[in-house]
């Protein structure tokens, strides 16, 4: 049975765009203005020492822009999962995604 819970970030969807002097932004484009409600800005650097570049700093303003999904997503397959008795899904692969959606959420996560 699924239980309500608080919402405590902006909800979804999110939007990556790149500004015009090339940084990205992540924001809510249901809120009022030309860009709606602003979630993350200046997205504009990788690690270049490690060679990220442009398509790196793309990439990680999308990843973000698809946290809220990501969350529900991972949250309902934890539920799916809760709900199946066999023994055939291992305990570790559960736990990484106990410990993704605390991390998430912004809550301690205990391993196990």
């Known amino acids: 049975m699924k239980t ?3 919402v405590r970030h902006t ?3 999110w939007k990556a765009a790149q500004a015009a002097n090339g940084e990205w932004h992540v924001f809510d484009p ?3 203005g030309a860009q709606g409600s602003m979630i993350a800005r200046g997205i504009s ?3 270049p020492h490690l060679g990220e570049g442009p398509a790196c700093v793309e990439a990680n303003a999308h990843l973000i822009a698809a946290a809220p999904e990501l969350l529900v997503a991972g949250k309902r397959a934890l539920e799916i999962l809760d709900g199946i008795i066999m023994g055939d899904i291992p305990a570790k692969e559960k736990s990484m995604l106990r410990a993704a959606i605390a991390k998430a959420e912004g ?3 205990a391993r196990g």
């Open 45 to 47: 650097s990788g690690a």
């Open 4 to 6: 309500q819970q608080v």
């Open 11 to 13: 909800p979804g969807p």
């Open 30 to 32: 249901r809120a009022q």
């Open 107 to 109: 809550v301690p996560h």
